[in-house]
């Protein structure tokens, strides 16, 4: 049973209390992040940078709303996680070691067209390049890292393609 939200305007709260029973004049309440009962609980994302400091903060970011994340760090091991963990969502930096982004996303897509990819780069050039291949968001860094979780969450929620470069 939900009893209250914590913060004073619901729309904003990410908090429940539930009641989980009342025995002996004594109430025993849960507090639960909502986030963990989402739509995206167990949604694969596959995040590919090889600057371990984002990759850590995207990832502790969107594990919260439910995601399951795994990450890679070059464009070699992206292909490889990707076979091994079929995201349904890969968000991509351009600029990888070893392979760029555009030729991993390329293969990526080749082997599992409804995978949703969202690439940034510093390089608007690259990005206008990745715009005809099938990739859905494009950032144009640096971009602040909500900017980054709203992206993904749009990613997630919706099946069109919506290719455009944010800044």
Do not use: W
Not at 52 to 59: F, I, N, R
Not at 81 to 106: A, C, D, H, T
């Amino acid at each position: 049973m939900l009893v209250s939200c914590i913060s004073g305007d619901s729309s904003q709260t990410n908090k429940a209390i539930l009641i989980l029973k009342i025995e002996n004049r004594r109430l025993f309440l849960l507090i639960v992040d909502l986030h963990t009962f989402t739509e995206f609980a167990g949604l694969k994302v596959l995040v590919l940078d090889d600057e371990p400091e984002l990759a850590s903060l995207c990832s502790g970011q969107l594990a919260e709303y439910g995601f399951s994340i795994h990450s890679a760090g070059n464009g070699n091991k992206a292909v490889s996680k990707f076979i091994e963990e079929r995201p349904e969502i890969v968000v991509v930096k351009y600029e990888l070691p070893k392979r760029n982004g555009l030729e991993v996303v390329k293969e990526m897509l080749a082997i599992m067209p409804s995978t949703k990819i969202l690439m940034f780069s510093s390089d608007k050039d690259a990005l206008q390049q990745a715009e005809g291949i099938g990739v859905e968001i494009l950032l144009l860094s640096p971009f602040p890292l909500e900017r980054l979780i709203r992206s993904i969450l749009a990613l997630s929620k919706t099946r069109l393609p919506v290719a455009r470069i944010h800044r």
